[in-house]
């Protein structure tokens, strides 16, 4: 449990209220990484951390319909087996009234992680069915990664590190563009490259390789799992315009002889080919999100913010 909590503040994590708070987080946290095994079968888990919102505000907040059930008698172990980190939770006080809550649909993805963290204003532990152990809070979702953490920060820290530059991006634009990008691709280990182009001028040279896509709207919340379903199959760029809508896929970003010479190479070639369009075109916007998770956002051949740890020498 001590290393446990060390490994947490070594990748960023705060905890927050009494020892006992940390205590039982490190418990559910444990519990997910080193979870029992039924007929070879590893169950989902889920459960909420030292909720500070009154019950009253939760469904509001989250736009779910939710029932709570006291634990009464029943053992924390015997009660874990009833929240799958989907459409169930057991929620624990330091105060000992714990619980558990039903939804009236399933809320278990990354991104419905960071509305349960508004909702109940508490931390959020759950293991998914794909196996990844998540812990999400006001300061972002760390991720477990079978012996280390990764943390991807809150979507309004990205956004504030963006926007201080002189932006034409649309803030909505911009808020959609991260989400997907951290809690749709790098979520899913799905590696790709999102360039928003605020103008309406052609840009620098680009080779499409593919068909011109559905005009998709990273805004609109139907569009993202067609999305998201097209990247996992097709390498190179998706290009989306002003208002975010999709306008070409799987092009290939091709740097002026300027760019090669003059801006460094960074990591592997979806990264330096990346770096070496925000130069060529100043006013876009490139988000990099690699296979393993981390993201990277680029402008005017700079590195504007990474969530991926500086490699060890």
């Known amino acids: 449990m001590r290393r446990l909590a060390e490994d947490l503040a070594d990748a960023g994590f705060s905890f927050r209220g009494e020892d006992l708070c940390e205590e039982m987080l490190l418990d559910e946290v444990r519990h997910a990484i080193h979870p029992p095994v039924h007929e070879r079968r590893v169950a989902r888990m889920g459960s909420i951390i030292d909720p500070r919102n009154p019950p009253s505000e939760w469904a509001r907040v989250a736009d779910l319909e939710i029932v709570e059930r006291p634990l009464e008698a029943q053992p924390l172990d015997w009660a874990r087996r009833f929240a799958d980190g989907r459409s169930s939770w057991l929620v624990r006080r330091p105060e000992g009234s714990s619980s558990w809550v039903v939804f009236d649909r399933p809320a278990g993805s990354e991104r419905d992680l960071g509305v349960l963290v508004r909702a109940f204003d508490a931390t959020v532990v759950q293991r998914h069915e794909s196996g990844v152990v998540r812990v999400a809070d006001h300061g972002g979702v760390w991720r477990w990664e079978r ?167």
């Open 147 to 313: 012996f280390d953490w990764h943390h991807e920060p809150d979507i309004g820290s990205w956004i504030d590190l963006v926007s201080t530059c002189d932006d034409l991006t649309e803030p909505e634009v911009l808020r959609a563009l991260l989400e997907f990008a951290v809690h749709d691709l790098g979520a899913e280990g799905i590696g790709a490259i999102l360039v928003h182009r605020p103008g309406e001028d052609p840009g620098p040279a680009i080779e499409a390789r593919l068909p011109l896509p559905p005009p998709l709207e990273v805004t609109r919340p139907m569009s993202l799992a067609p999305l998201r379903h097209a990247l996992a199959q097709v390498d190179g760029a998706a290009v989306f315009d002003a208002g975010g809508t999709l306008r070409q896929l799987g092009v290939r970003l091709v740097p002026s002889p300027a760019a090669e010479s003059q801006v460094e190479g960074l990591r592997g070639m979806r990264h330096t080919s990346s770096r070496r369009y925000s130069w060529d075109d100043p006013d876009a916007t490139v988000v990099v999100v690699s296979e393993d998770g981390p993201v990277t956002v680029l402008r005017k051949g700079e590195v504007l913010g990474s969530s991926l740890r500086p490699r060890s020498r």
